[in-house]
């Protein structure tokens, strides 16, 4: 299995404050990307990074935010969470974008109160 | 806008039989490729089979094989002699460069 670490599993915040949820891998992976996942929706892209601070927006990147300062590590962060942010996140990597598959991290249960 | 349609939001076969789940897409792009991807109850996301684009030959992995019909934007997903371990809920996805879109996803349940 790819070496992908997503921290934390599980979190329970409230509307307004704060979160960060970190996307750790050990494969030295040019590509890193956040997705959420709803119900009805599948997995949807936030965002992603083509490189130590080089990132880009997807298809559902409003209220988020990432960095990339080091090639193993990938930040999500909520400035002000919603309810409507309450989700499961995962974190992906790859090696390109051509033939290699994204791998998955396990997943983050986010609930925003 | 690509998108990504999993018309069967459930499905179910029995023990050893045999499973077709539906995929199609809409692109323009000439040079993509396509994934099925496995999401048991541990909420791993394990990729069952990948097909590119400009390969006619429909992939095989196994017991799990593609039909790929590239005119008709059709990528649908065979298993064989399905298992318990099969159950699991199943996403089509595509991706050209850094755009990667899933289907909602079809739930296979597998009866002993």
């Known amino acids: 299995d790819a070496g992908i670490t997503q921290s934390p599993r599980h979190k329970v915040t409230e509307t307004g404050t704060p979160v960060t949820l970190r996307c750790h891998q050990t494969?030295?992976?040019?590509?890193m990307y956040w997705y959420r996942q709803d119900p009805g929706h599948g997995l949807r892209l936030i965002h992603y990074s083509y490189g130590v601070k080089d990132t880009d927006k997807g298809e559902v990147s409003d209220g988020y935010s990432v960095s990339r300062s080091k090639t193993e590590d990938f930040l999500l962060t909520l400035e002000s969470a919603t309810s409507s942010q309450t989700s499961v996140y995962f974190c992906a990597i790859s090696d390109s974008t051509r033939d290699q598959p994204q791998h998955f991290g396990d997943g983050t249960r986010l609930s925003i109160l | 806008a690509q998108t990504v349609t999993q018309s069967q939001p459930e499905m179910s076969v029995q023990e050893a039989e045999t499973v077709t789940l539906s995929c199609t897409y809409d692109?323009?792009?000439?040079?993509?490729?396509l994934f099925w991807y496995k999401q048991p109850p541990s909420r791993q996301m394990i990729l069952v089979i990948r097909q590119e684009a400009y390969k006619q030959q429909n992939a095989t992995e196994n017991r799990f094989s593609v039909n790929f019909q590239k005119a008709a934007k059709s990528f649908s997903l065979k298993i064989s002699d399905s298992q318990l371990g099969d159950a699991a809920m199943y996403f089509c996805?595509?991706?050209?460069?850094?755009?990667?879109?899933f289907g909602a996803g079809t739930r296979l349940t597998v009866k002993p």
């Open positions: 692109t323009s792009e000439s040079d993509y490729y």
């Open positions: 996805a595509y991706r050209s460069g850094n755009d990667m879109r």
């Open positions: 494969e030295n992976h040019r590509y």
